[in-house]
């Protein structure tokens, strides 16, 4: 059973360019979660999706930084005309539908965001 | 409101020492759940325990402990005999009953284990 894929593992971008980093949940979880660690920092939650929804964006930047879930494919982290403060990793997590609010999280291998 | 402190920036012991990683919290909520997580240096993030606000039960797992303690709002993790391996970064975390989903972190303990 794979785990949550995150891809690319690695992402370098000009200032001003857009990033777009991906993630697919385990097998059977339809829930994604988005997590950013800054250099020498704890991670910090922006944005809870199920399928074709956001549940919750309340740690998501108001602007340039969006994220979606579609009913096929990963889902999409986006960051418009990116700057350097956006250099980070990013961490998608996963978990399973679960009625009693069982929110296990399972995260990827992150994707390292680099702004020239 | 809610928050996780992890005092220990950096913390570095010779292989076979015992070491204790320290995490206070706060949090209005009676229910609650609280989360250690290793980083090691490849960088992804592994999942060690999950612990509720109801369990203050404390939880060896082989050469890895957990104190939950609710009269001081802490939830240490201890590593016996250490090892080369458990050198990481290691993050406490919390969530809370109504965003349940929502993980808040530490600042993380870089654990360094000299051979």
């Known amino acids: 059973n794979a785990g949550v894929m995150q891809n690319p593992r690695h992402l370098v971008r000009r200032r001003g360019q857009e990033a777009r980093l991906r993630c697919s949940p385990m097998?059977?979880?339809?829930?994604v979660y988005w997590y950013r660690q800054l250099p020498e920092e704890g991670l910090k939650f922006m944005v809870y999706?199920?399928?074709?929804?956001?549940?919750?964006e309340s740690g998501m930047p108001k602007e340039r930084f969006s994220a979606e879930f579609p009913k096929e494919g990963p889902s999409i982290l986006r960051i418009q005309q990116v700057v350097r403060g956006d250099s980070a990793a990013y961490f998608c997590?996963?978990?399973?539908?679960?009625?009693?609010?069982?929110?296990?999280?399972?995260f990827g291998p992150g994707t390292r965001l680099t702004v020239l | 409101a809610q928050k996780v402190t992890q005092a220990q920036t950096e913390i570095s012991v010779v292989e076979k020492e015992d070491v204790t990683l320290d995490c206070v919290y706060e949090?209005?909520?009676?229910?609650?759940?609280l989360f250690w997580y290793k980083q090691p240096p490849s960088g992804e993030l592994v999942f060690l325990i999950r612990?509720?606000?109801?369990?203050?039960q404390n939880e060896i797992s082989g050469r890895y402990s957990w104190n939950f303690q609710k009269s001081t709002s802490s939830f240490n993790f201890t590593i016996t005999a250490s090892q080369v391996v458990d050198s990481a970064v290691y993050f406490c975390?919390?969530?809370?009953?109504?965003?349940?989903?929502?993980?808040?972190f530490g600042s993380g303990t870089r654990l360094l284990v000299r051979p």
């Open positions: 975390a919390l969530s809370e009953e109504d965003s349940s989903y929502k993980l808040i």
């Open positions: 997590a996963s978990s399973p539908s679960d009625r009693w609010g069982n929110y296990e999280q399972f």
């Open positions: 999706l199920q399928k074709e929804n956001i549940i919750d």
């Open positions: 612990r509720n606000s109801f369990d203050e």
């Open positions: 097998k059977g979880h339809s829930h």
């Open positions: 949090t209005r909520d009676t229910t609650y759940y």
